[in-house]
């Protein structure tokens, strides 16, 4: 008999996340899940860990898998999960669902979400990131209500990438990080297509404050200047589910 496979699941959207409750209500049927995630949101710090501070636990009844919270970073709950709830390691780490996309090499290397999958690699656990695409002014103005307005479209997704998803846990651990990006909305068109992160422009993150000696977060969006037909970017224009596979042996 085949045994379920187990997996961990984190984020750097937080324990709160409706796409982290929409990821766990889709595979529950067909895997055996633990949630550690993030007691806040923790976007944007790439792989930090919590150097010398004490992690506080909580668990969370609300989901129908166990599931806590802890309160430190994505990389901090995927190092946790793996050493200290499984007498096996797990079959896969998923990081995710983003909200938002991880496109580009900026914006991967930047991502606690890619994080919390990277440190399932590096400790030798094949791992995934996924990101839904979500238009920026969206987003930012009112994640919750455009988190709600894809819950559907996102649950086609998870369902498309499940056969991908078992093919990593089949291969076992690998040096390869597998990044999936998900187009705004599904369509009985989308289809899964192989991708590398687009070019990156620069863009100024912090603006001045008036005359003051102070700077805000101030993101300046430019669309990359894709000249590879196979780049993430490119992909979810196509309405297609990107999947970039990062290599670190080949760094």
């Known amino acids: 008999m085949t045994s379920i496979p187990t997996i961990l699941i984190t984020n750097d959207d937080g324990i709160d996340s409706l796409f982290?409750?929409?990821?766990?209500?889709?595979?529950?049927?067909?895997?055996?899940?633990?949630?550690?995630?993030?007691?806040?949101e923790e976007s944007w710090i790439a792989h930090k860990i919590s150097k010398g501070k004490?992690?506080?636990?909580?668990?969370?009844?609300?989901?129908?898998?166990?599931?806590?919270?802890?309160?430190?970073?994505?990389?901090?709950?995927?190092?946790?999960?793996?050493?200290?709830?499984?007498?096996?390691?797990?079959?896969?780490i998923i990081s995710g669902v983003n909200i938002g996309a991880?496109?580009?090499?900026?914006?991967i290397l930047a991502s606690g979400t890619v994080a919390g999958a990277t440190e399932g690699i590096f400790q030798?656990?094949?791992?995934?990131?996924?990101?839904?695409?979500?238009?920026?002014?969206?987003?930012?103005?009112?994640?919750?209500?455009?988190?709600?307005?894809?819950?559907v479209d996102l649950e086609k997704h998870l369902l498309n990438i499940k056969p991908t998803l078992e093919d990593i846990?089949?291969?076992g651990a690998t040096q390869t990080l597998h990044n999936f990006n998900?187009?705004?909305?599904?369509?009985?068109?989308?289809?899964?297509?192989?991708?590398?992160?687009?070019?990156?422009l620069p863009s100024n993150i912090f603006s001045r404050k008036g005359n003051t000696n102070n700077f805000e977060f101030s993101l300046s969006i430019k669309e990359p200047q894709d000249t590879s037909n196979?780049?993430?970017?490119?992909?979810?224009?196509?309405?297609n589910i990107s999947h970039s596979e990062i290599n670190f042996q080949n760094l």
């Open 20 to 40: 982290l409750r929409t990821l766990a209500e889709t595979y529950h049927p067909f895997f055996n899940l633990t949630i550690i995630a993030p007691a806040k």
């Open 54 to 92: 004490t992690l506080q636990l909580k668990k969370n009844n609300s989901f129908q898998c166990p599931a806590w919270s802890l309160s430190g970073t994505p990389a901090d709950c995927t190092n946790t999960g793996i050493h200290n709830f499984f007498k096996l390691p797990p079959s896969l």
């Open 102 to 107: 991880n496109t580009t090499l900026s914006l």
């Open 124 to 151: 030798g656990v094949p791992a995934v990131a996924i990101s839904q695409s979500v238009p920026y002014s969206i987003n930012e103005n009112n994640p919750v209500t455009s988190a709600k307005g894809q819950l």
């Open 169 to 171: 846990i089949k291969k």
């Open 182 to 200: 998900f187009p705004y909305q599904h369509t009985p068109e989308c289809k899964i297509e192989k991708t590398i992160p687009a070019t990156t």
């Open 230 to 239: 196979n780049s993430d970017r490119n992909c979810l224009r196509r309405g």
